[in-house]
């Protein structure tokens, strides 16, 4: 009977290692398929990216090429007005500084004369809008500074001029 006994526990113990060898089995292929679907998720994504940073590269290629031409004809045009400006400045028979020296020469030395009230129709200021049933309103007035310019009769710089007041319209 000691033997029988004996003879069954060892069998359940058989039974009952099999058992967990095949369950350790199973879990261990599971895992294993969740990792080969885990890896091919994760292979699908950087494929996604990878073609995502591509598309950038080649438009930032892109972009690159375009601005680099337009600096380049950028300067290129730079260059021309340059040398366009240092052959005007270094021609000999040019006759600005002659007629220059002429009008020096030729015109009185007398101040500027004094500015006059600049309409704001002269002054390409557009008349102001009446609002219906708004309280007719005044303009305050306003100064447009002239152009200066760097030489006078006198031979020297002109002194800035005085600003033109707007007289507004209908006013």
Do not use: W
């Not at 009977?1 to 003879?7: D, L, N, R, V, Y």
């Not at 890896?39 to 940073?53: D, F, L, T």
Request: hydrophobic share 30%; net charge negative.
């Amino acid at each position: 009977s000691h033997e029988a006994s004996q003879k069954s526990l060892q069998d359940l113990m058989s039974q009952e290692r099999s058992r967990i060898q095949d369950l350790m089995a199973q879990e261990k292929a599971t895992l294993q398929e969740l990792l080969s679907q885990e890896k091919a998720e994760r292979n699908r994504h950087h494929a996604a990216v990878s073609a995502r940073v591509d598309s950038l590269q080649r438009t930032l290629d892109i972009f690159d090429t375009i601005v680099r031409k337009e600096i380049n004809e950028r300067s290129e045009e730079g260059r021309r007005v340059r040398a366009a400006l240092d052959e005007i400045s270094q021609v000999p028979g040019s006759e600005e500084p002659e007629r220059r020296a002429s009008l020096q020469t030729t015109a009185p030395c007398r101040p500027p004369a004094e500015p006059s009230p600049a309409t704001a129709s002269e002054q390409e200021v557009p008349p102001p809008l009446s609002l219906p049933s708004a309280p007719e309103r005044r303009v305050g007035t306003a100064y447009v500074q002239k152009s200066v310019s760097m030489s006078s009769s006198c031979g020297g710089p002109s002194p800035p001029a005085a600003p033109r007041p707007i007289i507004p319209v209908g006013g």
